[in-house]
């Protein structure tokens, strides 16, 4: 899927390598692992946050379902 999004932008490998070394540059080879490191946790913070959404968006309908349940059998 990466893939394919870089080749809809034009991005070639000499492009990539032209970036990769501008990054180098610009925040050192002792700052990217910091950076990679904040990335990842704000990754896995959104993946757990759309997490917590789905469940909460099952809620009301299970609740909604165990109170028609509980209604039939009155």
């Keep these: 899927m990466t893939l394919s999004i870089l080749l809809i932008f034009g991005l070639g490998t000499t492009e990539l390598l032209l970036i990769a070394l ?10 990217i692992p910091e950076l990679m490191k904040g990335l990842g946790k704000g990754v896995k913070s959104f993946k757990d946050g759309m997490e917590g959404m789905e469940e909460e968006l099952k809620k009301p309908s299970e609740k909604a379902s165990s109170s028609d349940q509980t209604e039939k059998k009155d």
């Excluded at 501008?22 to 700052?31: A, D, E, P, S």
């Design 22 to 31: 501008l990054v180098l540059l610009l925040f050192g080879g002792k700052k």
